[in-house]
């Protein structure tokens, strides 16, 4: 049997009650129709007043984020900063939004009342300290910063400017994760024990700038994609994490930067948690699932051709990463990742969070949890829907709803050291001990 591979029996298991939810699962042979009742039983809220959004820097990441903030009634797209002209008109083409050529210029508009910094890695600390100064709330995308000097002086700016500073673009938002935190809260399972997640991805592969292939930029797997499987631990395991041992691997002489990261994390409370993310494309973890395959966002041949390319020199990573930007010719292969779809181990990976009573995994559509009274096939809380919809909302409910930030800059700062030390202890071969450390936040 395929690992991870979910029996095919279309009997129904009693009513999942974790966390509050109890809805029973349907079996895995009405897929189809589970989705569409979801659909159907999610309301939006209702909308007091819209938020007006500005974003500074529209790149690869902002074509990510961009389909939700469509989406999302609460929200005005109203401008937007960058210094490229081509997505710029674009920009203003599409949106009817003001655009400019800095962070200063959109800092200095009136309207905008919050700003998306989603620029590259290094100017994320001095772009967060602009805005704030201006009286602007942000959300900074991962990582926060490329230090813990940075990432305090992002915090002392929104302290002193009193705005609300949330550290964004991490899959702990998502649905999955949420709903996982949810039942082992319930406590049904007994006590959490252990949390492992693995990630295969092709993410080296991806076309890169030059400010992405040095790792005194932020670049590499474990600054840009750490944070996924590091703020989504935390958040499971209780935020406070003791202490690290890792290891990061760089060996593909194509790429200037590491594509590997493994690492043990110790919580203050004993529970260990191990995580892995290997960029290099060989081998994708869609394949352990039975609705996966080899295909991601390149299929195997083309991966095959693009680690040459990368080797000879001929490939015109600018062109390619020209074409994943708003009004390129692949930009809707990065929009089609907001649509509802199964999911698929993507730059998470696959995470088993390991209860006293029992085991919970990612599903198709959903959550499977494993126990004495066999595996259900649990909903996803709010019907499931794109991940990036948790971020904007936690934005939206902070400034318009004065309600308090799950995803704070202290929460931020202590992800960013767990990925520091990471590296720290792959250069040192030893355990590093934390000291900026947060607890989980007690409200979902």
């Known amino acids: 049997m395929l690992l991870f591979a979910h029996q095919s029996s279309t009997h129904l298991c009693p009513p999942a009650r974790y966390g509050g939810l109890t809805e029973a699962p349907l079996p895995l042979l009405s897929r189809t129709e589970n989705r569409k009742h979801r659909s159907l039983t999610v309301k939006p809220p209702v909308t007091a007043r819209k938020l007006k959004l500005g974003i500074v820097g529209i790149g690869v990441g902002a074509s990510e984020i961009l389909p939700a903030m469509e989406q999302m009634p609460e929200f005005e797209l109203i401008a937007a900063a960058d210094v490229n002209p081509r997505v710029l008109e674009t920009f203003r083409e599409r949106y009817g939004a003001r655009t400019y050529g800095s962070v200063e210029r959109l800092c200095a508009d009136p309207d905008v009342e919050a700003v998306w910094v989603s620029t590259p890695n290094r100017f994320h600390a001095p772009h967060t300290i602009i805005a704030a100064a201006a009286g602007k709330h942000v959300v900074v995308e991962k990582p926060m910063a490329l230090s813990l000097e940075e990432a305090g002086q992002m915090i002392e700016a ?50 890169r700038t030059l400010e992405e292939l040095d790792i005194r930029q932020g670049g590499g797997v474990p600054y840009r994609q750490g944070p996924h499987q590091v703020d989504t631990l935390r958040l499971l395991g209780g935020g406070m994490v003791r202490s690290v041992r890792g290891s990061v691997g760089q060996w593909f002489t194509g790429r200037s930067i590491p594509g590997y990261y493994s ?182």
């Open 158 to 207: 929104s302290v002193k400017n009193k705005i609300k500073l949330l550290c964004g673009h991490t899959q702990s938002f998502g649905p999955h994760i949420r709903t996982m935190r949810r039942i082992i809260r319930s406590g049904e399972l007994g006590p959490l024990r252990a949390l492992h997640v693995w990630a295969y991805t092709d993410w080296m592969l991806r076309p």
């Open 263 to 444: 690492a043990f994390l110790e919580f203050e409370d004993g529970t260990p948690a191990t995580l892995i993310h290997n960029g290099y494309g060989y081998f994708l973890a869609s394949e352990l699932v039975p609705w996966g395959g080899q295909n991601s966002r390149y299929s195997e041949t083309e991966r095959a051709a693009i680690r040459r390319s990368l080797l000879d020199g001929t490939r015109d990573e600018d062109a390619d990463k020209d074409a994943m930007r708003i009004g390129g010719a692949r930009e809707r292969d990065v929009r089609d990742r907001s649509k509802p779809k199964p999911w698929l181990p993507n730059d998470l990976g696959i995470l088993v969070a390991t209860c006293e009573k029992g085991d919970i995994r990612q599903s198709q559509y959903g959550l499977f949890v494993h126990s004495d009274e066999g595996t259900q096939d649990v909903p996803l809380e709010d019907g499931g829907g794109p991940s990036r919809r948790g971020e904007l909302l936690e934005l939206y409910n902070a400034v318009v709803l004065d309600k308090p930030i799950r995803h704070s800059g202290p929460w931020g700062m202590a992800t960013l050291e767990v990925c520091l030390a990471i590296m720290q202890s792959a250069k040192e071969r030893k355990e590093i001990s934390l000291k900026h450390q947060v607890p989980s936040p007690e409200e979902d």
